[in-house]
């Protein structure tokens, strides 16, 4: 028997990939719950609300006649103020969670970070599902995004309520806010000549069409006595690739080669940022390099997915160098 979806934040970058593969696959109901309606008409039910309004919430999941709920919503990295992060990814998880407790719901999916278990310093080199959450969050958004997860973890098994959670590995795609639109900031100011590090460091890249593959995947694994319940599942499109490798393919899409490189060491990296944030402290603007886009640049984070492959069956749907291909297709 097919579920009633909702999908919470259906709206957004990659909710909107969830509700079109859930229709691409002939499901006929489903629902969709955000602050504004901008992309589904006719195809879903919608639903308007805040996710920090417990009756907004509640509304739609009773209305709606949810059986499978995947929870998508979260501020943009980066672009909130520190309290939105705390009232959607955990006032608003725990709205979600306690709804569909009251309601009967049987599956809850919730969207996670592999980042979780990232402090910003220490790298991350194969890790997997067993890697702790560092004692001190990286920031704001990790720190919230960990807790709706324990949260909706904690909840499996709940009035008969079915959890788990996804935690996809710096997603990008067509229409993203962040990856791509800096991508080709640094392109625009003629910054590409430019490399901190040596360009040794791993990274693990996902393409949004494969996260939300990866849960839908979920979805279905979430029955009475499946493994998937009460678990949380790292996703990534398995390719790690060198950091500037990644951004030169990018710039390639636009026709852009960086004539010559001209390469910065890691620690001269730290002290050209250090004198950055000095002179941010005095002038009071935001620094344009930091100690932290040094190590964004230079630190390896990649990750182990076989939990993914044999619990969830997931394997990526669409390969890295397509994926980019795709993104960059997006905004020429």
Not at 179 to 204: C, E, H, W, Y
Request: contains cysteine.
């Amino acid at each position: 028997m097919s579920d009633n979806y909702l999908v919470i934040g259906g709206e957004g970058f990659l909710g909107r990939w969830v509700v079109e593969m859930l229709l691409k696959r002939g499901e006929k109901n489903v629902s969709v719950f955000d602050i504004a309606q901008r992309y589904f008409d006719k195809e879903v039910t919608y639903y308007e609300g805040n996710l920090s309004n417990y009756n907004d919430i509640d509304d739609a999941i009773r209305k709606s006649n949810a059986t499978s709920v995947i929870h998508t919503a979260s501020p943009h990295y980066g672009g909130a103020p520190k309290e939105l992060f705390w009232k959607v990814n955990v006032d608003g998880t725990k709205n979600v969670i306690d709804s569909c407790v009251a309601n009967g719901v049987k599956k809850l999916v919730y969207t996670s970070s592999s980042s979780v278990i990232y402090d910003g310093i220490n790298e991350i080199i194969n890790a997997d599902e067993t890697t702790p959450y560092p004692e001190i969050p990286m920031d704001v958004y990790n720190e919230t995004k960990a807790k709706g997860e324990r949260l909706v973890i904690e909840a499996n098994g709940t009035n008969g309520l079915l959890t788990c959670a996804v935690r996809p590995s710096s997603i990008f795609g067509p229409n993203d806010k962040q990856f791509l639109p800096a991508a080709l900031n640094v392109m625009r100011q003629g910054q590409t000549k430019f490399q901190i590090g040596d360009n040794s460091n791993l990274i693990d890249w996902t393409y949004v069409e494969n996260v939300a593959h990866a849960h839908l995947l979920a979805s279905d694994k979430l029955f009475d006595g499946s493994p998937v319940a009460g678990e949380v599942f790292i996703i990534t499109n398995d390719t790690p690739v060198p950091f500037w490798d990644l951004l030169r393919f990018v710039w390639a899409q636009f026709g852009h080669y960086p004539p010559y490189i001209i390469k910065f060491p890691k620690s001269a990296g730290f002290i050209i940022a250090s004198l950055a944030e000095l002179a941010s402290y005095f002038t009071g603007k935001e620094p344009g390099f930091t100690r932290q886009r040094v190590r964004y640049s230079c630190n390896n984070r990649y990750f182990n997915i076989d939990k993914a492959k044999k619990l969830l069956g997931y394997e990526p749907i669409v390969d890295l160098e397509e994926g980019v291909k795709r993104a960059c297709q997006s905004v020429k």
